[in-house]
């Protein structure tokens, strides 16, 4: 297939460049520039493509794994060939492939329903290992009292919820329906700049949502709130046990400390 990069306002120059991009992009529908040989362009079509891919596969091993290699060569070449991304730093290509998954693409027989979530999944730890945030601990007393005070949230924790059990998956487990609860997963980057993941519970995942958001609550006063939520008959039960909770956060660096002051 033969296509005119050529407008009226466009320098052949320019028009040139378009031309050779449009190919390495897709070779089988736009032909080479006709002055290039094709032994020169072959270097730089499996050059590029090959950088592409090989991000792509690091980032998402299992999804490469599930789909096999002739589907997730066909996914990749229909996400360089069409998808626009919106930065050219080569860390940012992996979230530009998500973004491709949740905007652009349309899914096709046989792909699995967790497709995306997965995704989502596996690129969550990239995306917090390259986050350019800190852990900041002004303003935060990091041995305060975690039912008395105002719990803080990291910045570098992300409360996450699949339909799917997506920490499990892989070869040998493809679910076809959702789980018949949510998933609750915490991902975070600790004061050593180690990402880690936690599979919590509904209570958990409650307890860190009200914590993030930041209405000045104590710990004690959430846990209580939990528990009326709950109907708890013992609201002490929920408030002890959310006390374990809280320390353990706080051993991870998900939970900072209590509001300084």
Do not use: C
Request: charged letters at 25%.
């Amino acid at each position: 297939m033969t296509t005119s990069h050529n407008t009226p306002d466009r320098p052949d120059f320019i028009s040139k460049q378009y031309e050779f991009a449009a190919h390495i992009r897709d070779p089988d529908k736009h032909a080479r520039p006709a002055d290039v040989e094709d032994r020169r362009m072959k270097i730089y079509r499996e050059l590029f493509y090959n950088n592409v891919e090989g991000f792509m596969s690091s980032t998402y091993p299992v999804l490469k794994e599930i789909l096999g290699e002739a589907r997730w060569h066909e996914l990749v070449r229909d996400y360089f060939s069409g998808h626009l991304s919106h930065t050219p730093l080569f860390p940012e290509m992996p979230r530009e492939f998500l973004k491709y998954l949740e905007n652009g693409y349309q899914p096709r027989p046989g792909d699995p329903p967790f497709m995306l979530e997965l995704a989502h999944y596996e690129w969550v730890e990239l995306g917090l290992s390259v986050a350019e945030q800190e852990i900041d601990m002004r303003g935060i007393n990091p041995d305060g009292d975690l039912l008395e005070g105002v719990p803080v949230l990291s910045s570098l924790a992300w409360p996450l919820a699949y339909q799917f059990e997506v920490q499990k998956i892989g070869p040998d487990f493809q679910p076809t329906e959702p789980g018949t609860a949510p998933t609750y997963l915490i991902v975070y980057r600790n004061h050593d700049d180690e990402v880690g993941f936690i599979e919590t519970n509904p209570v958990t995942a409650r307890l860190v949502q009200l914590i993030n958001e930041d209405t000045g609550a104590t710990g004690r006063e959430m846990l209580a709130a939990i528990a009326d939520e709950l109907d708890h008959p013992d609201p002490d039960v929920v408030i002890q046990g959310g006390l374990q909770i809280l320390q353990d956060l706080r051993a991870r660096d998900v939970v900072l400390g209590t509001r300084a002051g």
